[in-house]
């Protein structure tokens, strides 16, 4: 029995979580789920969009799968995926880019994995409000220290810390992760040439790291370079590890190679727990049609299963949805020839259609 946080999120989150939660019960495994809402709608009840009482879950089970949830634009509340990496110490964002056939795109047999750092950069979010008193204190002070280079007193302000600690364990995470699934190389993400004190300092540690690895290669890339190798030739790469912005960017730019988020897992892990969560935002739009792409959280459960140590059923899970995507029938709209075929598969029938395929497995 598998004790196991499920945060249904909002927006689409509760449908793809629901049709998820259904195909790793068939896998015939059990689980004890304890459903704790967090996101907008407990923001609006409870004033907090991420209750203590998630990450006092998340802390006894030790492990936790979830939905999407919604982070307001430019105001209102962080982000929860930000707030809980920080909360927990989910150091390392794990995102395979890896193709299904069946699944429209450009490219065939991508099979690159993304490495984030998930806690420091600018997502550590140490920002200053246009105006404010402090940040005029910061301005006169950096002025002071910059002659030639004046800020004005109209500027916001984002701090951006890159640690020798955090860079160490992500970058040898990376490694790790290589050697266990014997990857060929690892490739550090940077932008070293303008910023030379703190993606400098994410060079320097990465090629100490690597070089600790001699079983496995190494190479950097400056970020706006590799993301036009990406789309250039791409299967060139295999396991990158980057920064936390730039992660996050790439991550999307791998998503877009192997068909787009709705196939992109993925999962956040520390030394003591680990997140598993699709990709993809809410789609507040899509509320309540049933019609979302369930694909990438349902791999999301597949890596945690891995997780686990179920390597055995994450395997029949996962070919159970290769082989309803490669048959194209009980797929969503986004998957079609055509958006608004009539004969797209509800959230729910693709949840369905993927038991049946293990139950033939």
Not at 28 to 49: H, I, M, N, R, T
Not at 108 to 123: G, H, K, P, Q
Not at 240 to 249: K, M, R, T
């Amino acid at each position: 029995m598998y004790k196991v946080t499920l945060i249904p999120g909002d927006g689409v989150g509760p449908e793809i979580s629901a049709a998820t939660r259904a195909v790793l019960e068939a896998t015939g495994l059990k689980f004890e789920w304890d459903v704790q809402d967090a996101g907008e709608d407990v923001y609006a009840k409870e004033g907090s969009p991420l209750p203590d009482r998630v990450i006092e879950s998340i802390k006894k089970n030790g492990i936790a799968i979830k939905g999407p949830v919604t982070t307001p634009v430019g105001k209102g509340f962080r982000s929860v995926n930000v707030s809980l990496r920080q909360a927990l110490d989910l150091y390392a964002c794990l995102r395979p880019c890896i193709t299904f056939k069946g699944v429209k795109s450009l490219y065939d047999n991508i099979d690159i994995v993304i490495v984030r750092e998930n806690t420091e950069d600018l997502y550590a979010g140490i920002e200053f409000q246009k105006g404010a008193p402090d940040t005029l204190n910061i301005i006169k002070t950096i002025n002071g220290l910059f002659p030639g280079k004046t800020i004005t007193d109209d500027a916001g302000i984002s701090i951006k810390p890159i640690t020798v600690h955090g860079t160490e364990r992500i970058v040898k995470f990376a490694f790790e992760y290589a050697r266990k699934n014997g990857r060929r190389k690892v490739t550090a993400v940077h932008k070293a040439n303008i910023m030379k004190f703190s993606d400098g300092l994410f060079l320097e540690v990465a090629r100490d790291v690597a070089s600790r690895y001699s079983d496995i290669e190494f190479e950097d890339r400056i970020i706006d370079n590799m993301c036009m190798q990406l789309v250039q030739k791409p299967q060139l790469y295999d396991v990158l590890v980057l920064p936390n912005l730039y992660g996050d960017i790439v991550s999307d730019l791998g998503a877009g190679l192997i068909g787009g988020l709705g196939m992109a897992p993925g999962a956040n892990i520390g030394e003591k727990y680990a997140v598993f969560e699709p990709t993809h935002g809410s789609a507040p739009k899509y509320k309540g049609l049933n019609k979302m792409n369930p694909f990438a959280m349902m791999l999301s459960g597949v890596m945690m299963l891995i997780h686990l140590g179920e390597q055995k059923q994450a395997e029949r899970l996962r070919k159970a949805i290769a082989a309803v995507i490669e048959e194209g029938k009980d797929v969503t709209y986004d998957m079609k020839p055509a958006p608004d075929d009539p004969s797209a598969a509800s959230t729910s029938r693709v949840a369905e259609a993927v038991i049946a395929k293990m139950q033939s497995i």
